[in-house]
């Protein structure tokens, strides 16, 4: 082993060793704590199923190395690291491969350096690094189809077992991800269209390059061999509808695209985003390769049409929905692309014909300032205020009660805690998001108020029909602990993020319980920080305490009120603090105001202000209302917004059209998110 390769290996075990260190260990955002359940018992997840993710899952729970969360998040930190060797691999060859004459040594020894850190740091890959997720693993799948892509493209004859290894592993990918193996198939079109025409003509390489691809896609049948064996799935994969319906996201699949506008517009928006998630060094990479071509030999002007198609076409797998960059999810579909204008660009700086700037290009790879300013929040995955919020939402429901709930943290939290410490197996756990999934009330046959029948109840959804139901069932019997207000009106007794309505429950049992114990271990938690990846264990922390405030407000138990969301502010200034603290008397709920709520996900902490100023709006304490949202209009025009419906629901029509009128000036592209005010006056 040389010493640049032994260079090579350490950097790639201090990465794994930088991942691991801040990976997460507990309960975290999105669906990761499904994922975690699915693996540790060899379960399928949420359609498509993500069956070789719960497999390669597995075997990372039996290293007997920290948490079950910690050991699943192992294989995200394999995919990410993996993915940027290959990253670094792919673009030395293709230097090599069309260079004239060896390339110098220093630039041998930068390339594969700088390609694949800048890979590891673009936010589409740093972001599921160390989190329990696909979509790593299914980068470095669609990273080995690319170089085996190239391999078979650039040999004299074409090599058919390249051509094979890359269509397998694209099958394997799009089982994990299919975009990702969209992106795949994208890659392997532009390469046979421009280098490689001749497969055309070889219908049996063709076919066996199909059946590969099939091979890949095999990995699927796990989910009705492990759903006959009695593992938790979502559906039935049993049958041969059902084992359609779940490996193509017929659940989900009307969510896809939602809010992408117009193609082109997708298109636009994608286009956007990858200059910020690739840097702009590789793009002029990438044209330096176009210039290059034009004096090359023909085989070389092929191999630079296909890697420039391929960049092109991997954005296939980014077209599906829209790249929202708060959500890591959503970017993680550029990853492909990303990958490829990275690495085909990173070769085009190294075929630079001074060496001197090529190693400037490779530093300025690297060096991309957009992911280096976001790599250290990206990095901090571990969040043990979730973890503490955990607890108390596994904690909190009395003994057998039916418990309703609706965000994603937490369904996700209840799924990993049961299926890996086997947490309150006495309570029944109903998602009323899949309340009109038969299978998920076959989950709920082994507590005593059902027997795994849907009941149908009175409500204007299927939701909420089976949601009704459920409820009627379990009225009877057990308490139903509600997470959100719109199951029972906002009526019932706390319980630490819950409200539980049954009436025959002593309020002392209650506020006595673990979660209530817990509201300020976690609350320092939350200052303690991490904030998370764009602040997503603070939004996540916020939502509970938000809506817990605005129930104790309901009760007149103002003071309680005001310390939930001085919580909820993590960092109050001393001006939200005075006005919190000076917030007493009673409530008048017809002044409470609607809250203005910036779009996505969780509750920011300008949410959570506008949130503060209704409370002492409704404590006709308008005066301190306006001074925060006063200080807040200066960087969020919302504010603007949120005094307006202040204003109105106090009885000032005038002043609410005249707020209405400032904001839409302010800023005239939020303007739709004025359409709730201006339906209450009725304009």
């Known amino acids: 082993m040389t010493v640049v390769h032994r260079v090579q290996l350490g ?356 060096t991309s300032l957009f992911a280096l300013e976001a790599a250290p929040e990206a990095v901090r995955a571990d969040a043990p205020v979730l973890d503490a919020l955990g607890q108390s939402l596994t904690s909190a429901p009395p003994p057998r009660s039916l418990v309703i709930v609706t965000d994603d943290f937490t369904a996700s939290t209840w799924t990993m805690e049961r299926a890996v410490a086997g947490a309150r197996p006495d309570v029944a756990l109903f998602v009323s998001g899949l309340a009109s999934s038969s299978w998920h009330w076959r989950t709920l046959a082994a507590h005593p108020a059902f027997d795994g029948t849907p009941v149908s109840g009175p409500g204007r959804d299927p939701w909420q029909r089976f949601t009704r139901g459920a409820m009627q069932l379990a009225a009877p019997m057990v308490p139903i602990v509600i997470e959100t207000d719109e199951w029972s009106g906002g009526q019932g007794m706390l319980a630490g993020p819950y409200l539980v309505g049954d009436g025959r429950l002593r309020r002392a049992v209650l506020t006595g319980s673990t979660s209530e114990r817990l509201a300020e271990h976690i609350a320092r938690l939350a200052a303690e920080g991490p904030a998370g990846d764009e602040g997503v264990a603070h939004a996540i922390y916020r939502t509970y305490e938000v809506r817990r405030a605005r129930r104790l407000a309901l009760r007149r138990e103002t003071g309680a009120a005001s310390l939930a969301l001085s919580r909820a ?35 920011s902490r300008a949410d959570a202000v506008r949130e503060a100023a209704v409370l002492l709006a409704a404590l006709e304490a308008p005066d301190r209302a306006f001074e925060l949202l006063e200080i807040q209009r200066r960087d969020d025009p919302r504010a603007i917004l949120q005094a307006g419906h202040i204003a109105l629901s106090a009885g000032h029509p005038e002043a609410a059209a005249a707020a209405l009128a400032d904001f839409e000036a302010a800023a005239p592209s939020l303007a739709s998110e004025g359409n709730a005010l201006r339906s209450r006056l009725g304009q």
Request: hydrophobic share 55%; proline share 8%.
């Open 569 to 603: 502010l993590i960092d109050p200034s001393p001006v939200e603090l005075a006005a919190l603290v000076a917030a007493h008397g009673a409530i008048n709920p017809e002044l409470i105001a609607p809250v203005v709520r910036k779009p996505g996900f969780g509750t």
């Open 11 to 366: 950097a790639l075990l201090v990465a794994i060793a930088i991942l691991a260190f801040f990976s997460v260990s507990g309960p975290h955002a999105f669906d990761t704590g499904e994922l975690v359940a699915a693996a540790f018992v060899l379960g399928g997840s949420h359609p498509p199923g993500q069956p070789l993710h719960a497999i390669i899952g597995f075997a990372a729970t039996l290293i007997p190395l920290g948490p079950a969360a910690f050991r699943v998040s192992l294989v995200s930190i394999s995919g990410a690291v993996a993915a940027a060797a290959l990253a670094g691999s792919f673009a030395r060859r293709i230097a090599e491969r069309l260079s004239d004459s060896p390339l110098p040594p220093s630039i041998s020894t930068a390339l594969p350096f700088a390609a694949g850190f800048a890979v590891l740091i673009a936010p589409p890959v740093l972001r599921q690094a160390n989190r329990p997720e696909v979509y790593t693993l299914a980068l470095s799948l669609f990273g080995v189809a690319c170089l085996s892509l190239f391999d078979w493209a650039s040999s004299e004859r074409g090599k058919s077992g390249s051509l094979l290894a890359a269509a397998f592993a694209g099958g394997l990918a799009a089982s994990l991800h299919p975009p990702h193996g969209l992106a795949a198939i994208g890659v392997g079109a532009a390469f046979a269209v421009t280098a490689r025409r001749d497969l055309f003509r070889r219908p049996r390489v063709l076919a066996s390059a199909a059946g590969a691809c099939l091979s890949g896609l095999s990995v699927l049948v796990y989910l009705p061999i492990r759903a006959a064996a009695g593992a938790p799935t979502w559906g039935n994969p049993t049958s041969l509808a059902g084992f359609f319906d779940y490996v193509t996201g017929a659940a989900y699949r009307h969510n896809l695209g939602t809010g992408a506008g117009t193609f082109g517009d997708q298109l636009m928006e994608v286009a956007r985003y990858l200059p910020y998630a690739a840097g702009a060094v590789p793009f002029f990479g990438l044209y330096a390769l176009a210039r290059f071509s034009r004096g090359a030999v023909v085989g070389q002007r092929r191999i630079v049409a296909a890697l420039l198609g391929a960049a092109v076409l991997a954005v296939t797998g980014a077209m599906v929905t829209p790249i929202d960059p708060v959500i890591p999810d959503m970017v993680a579909y550029a990853g492909p692309a990303v990958f490829l204008v990275i690495t085909v660009g990173a070769a085009g700086v190294a075929l630079l014909p001074r060496p001197r700037w090529a190693l400037v290009g490779l530093f300025g790879i690297a």
